[in-house]
C-alpha cells in the first residue's frame, strides 16, 4: 500500500482558525469560485489570499463589483491537486500519496502556497534514492535560487546522495549528470556535501558538461571548485 503523508500546519490555539475550518466544512459564507477543468470550487476569498499570493494577486485585479470572483485555474494542473490545495487553504490539512508529493510541489509552487513549500520539499527529501536522485536534482535547483523557499533539505540529501554513488553515476555510460541544466549543475557544485567526492573528480566532470553545454558561463561554475 502507498504510504500517505499528512501535513498539518493549523493553529490550533486560534478559535478564529476553528471558525473558518468549521465554516468552510458546513459549506457557508463562500463568497468566490475556482474553475478548473470545468469543474467550480466554492472558496472564502480572504481565506485563500491569505495563503496563497497567485490569488491574493488575482482578487486584486478582479474588475467586476457585481460578481463574486470567479478564478480559472490553469488546466495543466491535476485536478486532485488543485482539490487538495483548496481544502487546505481552508482547513490547514494536506494528505499528500507518495507519487503525489513532486507534483504536489510544484502545483503548490504555481498557485502561490509559499508556506506550504518547505513541508513538502522535507517530506520529497525522504523519497530522494540512488535511481531518482538526479531527476530529484533539478527539482531542487529550481528552489535553490530562491531565498523565500530553498529546500535545503531536499538539496542536502539529493547531493548526499549524488556524492555517494558519484562513481557509478560517472562511469556509467551514459552519464546523466552530463545533461543537467545549468541551475542543477550550479546548485550541486555549491553544496558543503559534495565535499567527499575530490575536486579532480568534480572538475572532470564540470569540463565533461561544458563540452555540451559550450554557451554556459563556464567562470562562475568554476568559483565552486
Known amino acids: 500500500m502507498e504510504r500517505e503523508y499528512t501535513i498539518s500546519t493549523k493553529d490550533t490555539s486560534s478559535r478564529t482558525s ?9 459549506g457557508k459564507l463562500f463568497d468566490g ?4 477543468h470545468g469543474k467550480t470550487i ?49 482547513t490547514g490539512e494536506l494528505s499528500v500519496l507518495r507519487s503525489e508529493l513532486q ?8 498557485l502561490g502556497f509559499v508556506n506550504l513549500l518547505a513541508d513538502l520539499g522535507g517530506l520529497l527529501a525522504e523519497t530522494v534514492t540512488e535511481e531518482n536522485c538526479v531527476d530529484m536534482l533539478e527539482v531542487a535547483a529550481r528552489f535553490h535560487c530562491r531565498h523565500d523557499v530553498p529546500l535545503d533539505l531536499l538539496t542536502a540529501n539529493v547531493t ?29 557544485l555549491g553544496s558543503e556535501e559534495l565535499h567527499t567526492v575530490s575536486e579532480i573528480c568534480i572538475y572532470e ?19 565552486h571548485i
Open 33 to 36: 469560485i475556482v474553475v478548473h
Open 103 to 110: 507534483t504536489m510541489l510544484g502545483a503548490a509552487d504555481q
Open 160 to 188: 548526499e546522495t549524488i556524492a555517494f554513488n558519484w562513481h557509478r553515476l560517472t562511469k556509467e555510460e551514459s552519464n546523466a549528470l552530463v545533461d543537467i541544466s545549468y541551475r542543477a549543475m550550479d546548485t550541486l
Open 205 to 223: 566532470l564540470l569540463v565533461e558538461w561544458y563540452a555540451k553545454h559550450p554557451s554556459a558561463d563556464f567562470t562562475s561554475l568554476l568559483r
Open 42 to 90: 466554492n472558496i472564502q476569498c480572504v481565506t485563500m489570499a491569505s495563503k496563497s499570493e497567485f490569488f491574493r494577486a488575482a482578487f486584486c485585479r478582479w474588475q467586476n463589483d457585481t460578481k463574486s470572483p470567479c478564478i480559472t485555474i490553469d488546466h495543466n494542473l491535476p485536478k486532485e491537486c488543485v482539490t487538495k490545495l483548496v481544502d487546505w487553504a481552508h
Open 18 to 26: 476553528d471558525a473558518v475550518r468549521s465554516i468552510y466544512r458546513d
